[in-house]
């Protein structure tokens, strides 16, 4: 069961009220360094992430930059990270396709973006959206949580849930949405013990109102 789309107009409303400077958690200047907070960022904080970013753009800011180093150095660059030696991995190789099929930029379509290493929906999606400023909705574990608890979709996949996400919110609010449903999940509508009573959406909400578990 899912809410309308009056109402879920609503909620976005709501929620654009209650997080006005709603926006990305990672530090970058350019698509590239995105990219690779983005890659880091699993099952990672983006508190940590910007930390050892913060370390690694000083020292490596181009791909070739990055090439220059084996895999076992950039594991030590990163290791504070979760899955820092398949990540490592990932970087370089998605370092080398860089240079040699994109002359050293990233590529800003969905398809390219996905078919680098270490680089699924969800990246890509924050990619285009934050570095690019392309519309997309990127299903991270908040938006998954808060997106199918108010009713906004009704799915046990993040790919439907993306879908459903796109068909219920204007486009023009995909990417802004995102980091709405993101810092709702952060603050109030938590994956253990949700702060029903204190939210602003909990009207709309069906998982407030018993419909939904």
């Not at 490596?60 to 660059?77: A, H, I, N, R, S």
């Not at 990163?78 to 860089?98: F, M, P, Q, V």
């Not at 290493?117 to 959206?129: C, D, I, M, Y």
Request: net charge positive.
């Amino acid at each position: 069961m899912r809410i309308t789309k009056d109402e879920a107009l609503k909620v976005i409303e709501i929620l654009k009220e209650t997080y006005p400077n709603a926006k990305s958690g990672l530090k970058f200047t350019n698509p590239f360094e995105l990219l690779i907070a983005t890659i880091l960022s699993a099952q990672c904080t983006d508190k940590k992430v910007n930390i050892i970013t913060d370390r690694l753009f000083k020292k490596y800011k181009t791909p070739g930059d990055f090439l220059k180093l084996t895999p076992e150095e950039l594991q030590e660059e990163i290791r504070e990270c979760g899955l820092y030696r398949n990540k490592s991995k990932s970087i370089l190789e998605t370092c080398r396709i860089l240079c040699e099929k994109y002359d050293g930029r990233v590529p800003d379509t969905l398809e390219e973006l996905m078919s680098l290493p270490g680089v699924g929906r969800k990246t890509a999606n924050v990619v285009l959206s934050n570095a690019f400023s392309k519309q997309a909705i990127a299903v991270d574990t908040h938006v998954f949580r808060v997106s199918n608890r108010i009713g906004l979709a009704d799915s046990t996949d993040v790919f439907t849930t993306e879908e459903q996400l796109m068909e219920i919110i204007p486009d023009d609010l995909w990417s802004l949405s995102h980091h709405l449903l993101i810092h709702h999940g952060r603050n109030l509508c938590t994956a253990r013990k949700p702060k029903c009573d204190s939210c602003p959406v909990n009207h709309l909400c069906l998982y407030f109102k018993g419909i939904k578990n």
